[in-house]
């Protein structure tokens, strides 16, 4: 007899593509989209340590965003990945603003007058990230609805 179905497991991921439609997921596209905007206007300008910041930024933006979109924050139980991610997005905000105001006041070239605006947006976009992450954290509290009551 033949077997038709082999024993060797599936290699599919699940995709949780309501996460990329979810205000979070749009906010990680948004701060991909502002650090690639910096990232050409920084390179137009030709500033190497511009272009390291807002790739590292870039990247790992879209490691979270892979994180959460292939839901492997379910299977990497390790790290508490909201922490994380708040940690990152504070991280972010600082270094980003940091940078966008050396940016701003040095500039020589328009490409990084244009790079460290963006990067102020890219700022803001951390800013809220992080808030919207920090009311989600419970810290062992019980999780409440918006009307207050407890699940």
Avoid: H
Avoid at 10 to 16: N, Q, Y
Avoid at 33 to 50: D, E, H, I
Avoid at 60 to 85: A, E, G, M, R
Avoid at 127 to 138: A, E, H, Q, S, W
Wanted: net charge positive.
């Amino acid at each position: 007899m033949y077997r038709t179905r082999s024993n060797i497991p599936s290699l599919t991921m699940e995709v949780d593509s309501a996460f990329l439609r979810s205000l979070r997921g749009v906010l990680k596209l948004a701060e991909m989209g502002t650090m690639f905007v910096a990232f050409v206007c920084f390179a137009v300008a030709s500033r190497p340590k511009y272009i390291a910041a807002t790739c590292m930024e870039f990247v790992i933006t879209f490691s979270l965003l892979l994180l959460y979109t292939l839901k492997l924050n379910k299977k990497l139980t390790l790290f508490f990945w909201p922490l994380v991610d708040l940690f990152n997005s504070l991280f972010a905000a600082v270094f980003i603003l940091i940078l966008s105001l050396i940016a701003v006041s040095t500039y020589t070239v328009t490409g990084t007058l244009g790079g460290g605006i963006v990067g102020f947006i890219a700022t803001g976009l951390w800013c809220v990230d992080g808030y919207m992450l920090f009311k989600r954290i419970t810290f062992n509290q019980p999780r409440t609805e918006a009307t207050g009551t407890v699940k």
